[in-house]
């Protein structure tokens, strides 16, 4: 066998092997990328990440820029920091249901805006959101079975969104600005609740004024009083002092008079 045909036989081997490599290396890009707890599954046009029933107490940091499906559903999430998702340029779907998320920031969706299409936050503990947490989003946001508090900031939010009436059919107001309406659906909320609490504040203002103005006419009042009962004690003081005794007539001065 001639030196040539010896490196052919050993190196056709090597180069299959690489090439095999290659290949997975190619099939599955992310595969070594998928968040610990989490199942990655290759779809035509990126990645199904699920980490449902995960334990997870946070949204992963190192999710695969290729998702297009995020599972996140049963878990411990307790909050959706600002940002989070920012580099999630094709996520096209987010299940964030049966979790212990209580409040939304203005940039807790930042960067889904155009890719996202579904956003399901059912079955949290949900009272507040920043009153731009949807609003550029266009996908449609499932926000059923949260405790929420019915203000001014959620009906901005509510309004904000691509499909607001039906968010808005599924929100209970668990509580609310108006005391009527507690346990009420939020579609039955009729009055403007920004220019409720608008008034509101209004209303402290009047109020404080007033009362800042009540205490200086307080204050005037006692203190005329005060210097009203000074001078009469004083007066009586001067009165009851004994009156000084007059000089007798100076016998001289009589002598000039009758010469």
């Known amino acids: 066998m001639?030196?040539?045909?010896?490196w052919l036989t050993r190196s056709?081997?090597?180069?299959?092997?690489?090439q095999s490599l290659v290949l997975m290396a190619l099939c599955f890009p992310s595969a070594s990328m998928c968040p610990k707890g989490c199942n990655c599954q290759n779809l035509p046009h990126g990645l199904n990440v699920t980490c449902t029933q995960a334990r997870l107490k946070e949204i992963p940091p190192d999710l695969p820029s290729d998702t297009i499906l995020l599972q996140l559903d049963r878990n411990h999430i307790s909050a959706v920091p600002d940002r989070v998702f920012q580099g999630l340029r094709h996520l096209r779907r987010l299940n964030l249901s049966h979790n212990a998320v209580e409040t939304l920031g203005e940039g807790a969706f930042s960067g889904l805006e155009s890719s996202l299409e579904l956003l399901d936050l059912s079955h949290n503990r949900?009272?507040?959101?920043?009153?731009?947490?949807?609003?550029?989003l266009k996908a449609r946001v499932v926000v059923d079975d949260?405790?929420?508090h019915c203000d001014c900031a959620l009906q901005q939010a509510l309004g904000g969104m691509a499909h607001n009436h039906e968010a808005a059919a599924r929100v209970l107001c668990r509580s609310s600005e108006l005391r009527d309406q507690e346990g009420r659906p939020?579609?039955?909320v009729d009055a403007d609740l920004c220019n409720l609490a608008k008034r509101t504040t209004d209303y402290a203002m009047l109020v404080t004024m007033f009362g800042w103005f009540a205490m200086v006419i307080s204050y005037v009042v006692y203190y005329v009083r005060q210097n009203q009962e000074d001078a009469r004690r004083h007066l009586e003081y001067l009165k009851s002092l004994p009156s000084k005794p007059k000089k007798p007539d100076d016998p001289s001065e009589d002598i000039s008079t009758v010469v």
């Open 186 to 188: 939020f579609l039955a």
């Open 126 to 136: 949900i009272s507040s959101v920043h009153k731009d947490a949807f609003a550029r």
């Open 2 to 6: 001639t030196p040539l045909d010896l």
């Open 146 to 148: 949260n405790p929420w």
């Open 12 to 18: 056709i081997p090597m180069c299959l092997l690489l």
